[in-house]
């Protein structure tokens, strides 16, 4: 409950306590000390009285018992001194009473038994306090002995009634009170302003470390007292400065990390212990179609839904040890990844997993490209060695004298080292376009010159099949090319919409303007590629009938080096098609 109270409560409470206490203690010592003193100084001032009123008294009247004298004596001195006064002969008779009319005095008992009286007859001074039953209220008796030379004559007795006594001292503590109370009200206004003053700088400093819990590092406690809280308030603020620069720096580094991190082409995945994913790079986002946002505390397989590298990270984190691997995502897309996944060690301990995968899927491709490009020129070359190796061996073994046949032989072996000397020729060609050993030299290129040109070297076939051309490319289509390299490019298309045309076809070129390109196409009315091959008769010696494009002299690069050679001027090929209706090819050249 006393947990629960605010401080500054606290301390007025403290503050208030102790006040209390100490002012209770005093207010208790000092009424008991005034009443005694009070007491002692009215009783003595009773006896001093006392005295004075025994001198007054004639010892001779009292021998006498003269009652008047006596009567009126007390009657008067009483009147004085605001007392009751009662003179008594040596037995205890009461010889005058300034409270008792002179008629009553003869039935007043004696009071020798009193033993104020009692005390003063013997030679003391008698002090009592007790209940009188002449006036009927508490009274203070003071006796003394009155005396004749030596000798003990009677008693003098002055009263006074307590109340008296009691007023005097409750005036006195009524004062004491007043004081005390004002005290009092003094200690709590001043124990409010110092409690005020200690409390405040306090709730300053509650109010800063709030704010710094809550990470706002930016404020500062204004504290212009030098004692220890002034020094806590100093402390805090370099706490929080320190605090905030510390902050800053760390937020710095996440923010460089992150940026790597994002940059790398590279996924990168990290986990906890407990297998969750704690981040993610953009990279990883793109492969499997997730965002950061979701991964947030979730299970590994929950959002990366892959057992190879769910298991690669259990290897990891169960062994403490790095793991490479290459694994085949199918889902979202098919591609091979290299895995290296290292565990995090936290004193010792696995504390989680890095698994940074790399996509190796061009280069795996790549490899079986090369692969197929050996095992395909090997094929290549082999066809017409053989068939070359096979006639001469024919010719020696007796051949060669046969005047019939031998001419033909030798133009059989002609034809294939033609072949050879072709494809020897393209593949050096290829190989130089995709080296980029070549220099393109540019110039003004007129496309319909250099295009009748070449059209020019293929007369004879065309006038062999009977082929119509039509080439509306306009005289003033100059382009900027390279000459040479070009005429390469239309005399492999054409060499095509010849090759695979049909009897009495049709060949036309033309060009398209798009945008800030020009688009030349060369459209047959010849056999058609079938959709499945379309895509790939770019590619290094694909070929959709393979017996008839070598029939035709084909070496089955001529649209592999077309595309490397357009490319290399910033342009694209392409093609479209349909089976048994004809082809568009067409190449896309920036102006
Ligand atoms: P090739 O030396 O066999 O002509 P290319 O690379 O020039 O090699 O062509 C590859 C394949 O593309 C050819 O074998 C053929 O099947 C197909 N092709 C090329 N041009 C045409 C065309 N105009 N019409 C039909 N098919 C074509």
New binding site residues.
Partial sequence: MFSKISFKLKLIFSFFFVVIISFGIVAFFLDRNLERNALVEIESSLINQARLVENQITKEKLKNRDFVFLEELVKKLSLAISCRITIIDNKGNVLADSGVTEAAIAKMENHLARPEIWLALTGGTGIETRYSQTLKKDMLYVALPIRDEKEITGALRLALPLDNVEKVLSTLRKTVLAGVIFALALCLLLSFIIVRSIANPVNKIILASRKISKGDFTHRIIQESKDEIGELADTLNKMSEDLEHKIGEIKNKNQQLEAVLNSMIEGVIVVDKAGRLVSINHSIENIFEITRQEIKGKEFLEVVRNNELFEIMNRVMARGEFVSSEIMLVWPVRKTFKVNATPIFNRERVSGCLIVIHDITEIRRLETVRSDFVANVSHELKTPLTSIKGFIETLLEGALDDKNNNRHFLEIIRDHTERLNNLVN?LLELSQIENREIELKISEVDFKGLCDKVLSGFKVAIGKREIKIENSLADSLLIRADKDKIEQVFT??I???I???KEKGLIKIYSEEINENIKIV?E?S????PTK?ILR??E???????A???E???????????KHIVELHGGTAG?E?HEGL??K?FFILPK
């Fill in positions: 393209d492999n298309l060499d095509n919409a090759k695979f045309n060369i047959d010849g056999i058609g590629i091959d008769v770019f290094r010696f694909y070929r959709v009938d393979k008839r494009s070598r035709l002299g084909g070496t089955g690069l001529g649209l592999s080096i077309v093609v098609s004809g082809s090819f």
